[in-house]
């Protein structure tokens, strides 16, 4: 199957790669020219009309046809056996409730995080253990990067124009890591999320960077407390508009908590539980002004959520709140399933390591699941 895209003619490699520097279609990385003959690859591979329409990403509102995914997995430096994951990743973004348009735009440093789970995960080698979140897997990285350029390219969130983000973090370059499923007591993200245990899924999820919890040595419970501290921090977005977060849990203290007897469920219900802050801390935070009788309060018990769209709009606060109680231990999330539990990362030293990744707030970015779909049969 032929490319149909405009044809540009390089000199040579380092032509190319300069071309692409010229033309805006790098984050700051050089990319992989994507030659006619790489694309028709991926697209024979993959057996789909190259016009095929997939979507349009905002906030530019690119039309995303196969080829131009094509051509952004190539520049990322994919193989062609990752297509079907970036697809998965893409269909998940444009989902109505990811509010796509709000995570390339917003001020939050923001940015889609691709969890990958099931068979595929170990059959393409995607790194689920020692440095995750870091470098040195070809899958990871090209599929995280993939992603973002088509985020870039297609979608127009390039920083200082329509991506807004006061600092960003380096999730923005590629931001993918996979659940270790070996080391997992639980059963796996996809099939808590509602599929089978022998599909592969990616689940995208708009977070910031992960946050470095030192969870162990010491009894389960005393592991969740500490994550839920780390989740209940006076800067984050979610202790002040709701939403989802991330805990991704090491392989040494989720066999802690599997011997304590927790399940995901009652992990999910013990942080919903416990990461609370009280109101009178809140009082000192960055809204502090808006529990002061200001008529134009921002307080978001206060807040016109009406003009949110259907489903956007949260219950940000919980109606039993007693505003003059300083005592009363606020709620981060309004339900235990917006807590997503993944298992990932090394076994570490006798301490044991977790991550928390906050996530935007109520307005976007909510987790979405999709499942991994093959090639087109010839």
Request: aromatic share 6%; glycine share 12%; hydrophobic share 40%.
């Amino acid at each position: 199957m032929r490319p149909v895209a405009e044809r540009i003619v390089a000199a040579d490699v380092d032509d190319a790669v300069e071309e692409a520097y010229r033309r805006g279609w790098t984050d700051g990385l050089p990319v992989v020219p994507p030659t006619e003959a790489k694309v028709a690859r991926f697209l024979d591979y993959l057996g789909r009309d190259p016009q095929e329409r997939l979507g349009v990403v905002p906030p530019k509102n690119g039309v995303a046809t196969v080829e131009k995914v094509l051509i952004n997995c190539v520049m990322a430096g994919c193989l062609p056996e990752y297509v079907p994951v970036v697809l998965a990743g893409l269909r998940a973004m444009l989902r109505p409730a990811f509010n796509l348009n709000g995570v390339q735009a917003t001020t939050h440093c923001v940015s889609p995080l691709a969890i990958v789970s099931g068979p595929l995960a170990q059959e393409l080698g995607f790194n689920s253990g020692d440095g995750c979140f870091g470098g040195g897997s070809r899958a990871n990285a090209t599929v995280g990067r993939a992603l973002r350029l088509i985020l870039w390219n297609i979608g127009g969130g390039r920083p200082g124009e329509i991506d807004k983000a006061t600092f960003g973090h380096p999730g923005k370059y590629a931001y993918c890591i996979a659940e270790n499923q070996k080391d997992n007591p639980w059963e796996p993200i996809h099939v808590a999320r509602g599929l089978k245990a022998d599909e592969s899924a990616v689940t995208m999820f708009g977070c910031e960077a992960p946050h470095s919890v030192m969870a162990g040595p010491g009894p389960a419970a005393a592991a969740l407390d500490t994550i839920g501290d780390c989740i209940a921090t006076l800067g984050s977005n979610n202790t002040h508009l709701a939403g989802e977060t991330l805990v991704c849990i090491g392989p040494r203290i989720a066999s802690v908590l599997a011997r304590g007897g927790f399940t995901r469920q009652t992990i999910q219900q013990y942080l919903f539980e416990n990461a609370r802050k009280p109101l009178g801390v809140l009082k000192r935070g960055p809204r502090a002004s808006d529990v002061e009788g200001n008529p134009d309060s921002l307080w978001p018990k206060r807040r016109n959520t009406d003009a949110l769209e259907p489903e956007m709009r949260r219950r940000l606060w919980p109606k039993w709140l007693a505003e003059q109680d300083n005592a009363a231990m606020i709620p981060i999330f309004e339900r235990p399933d917006e807590i997503h539990i993944v298992v990932a990362g090394g076994w570490g030293a006798t301490a044991g390591f977790c991550m928390v990744c906050p996530g935007w707030g109520h307005m976007g970015g909510l987790a979405q699941t999709e499942r991994v779909e093959g090639p087109t049969p010839k």
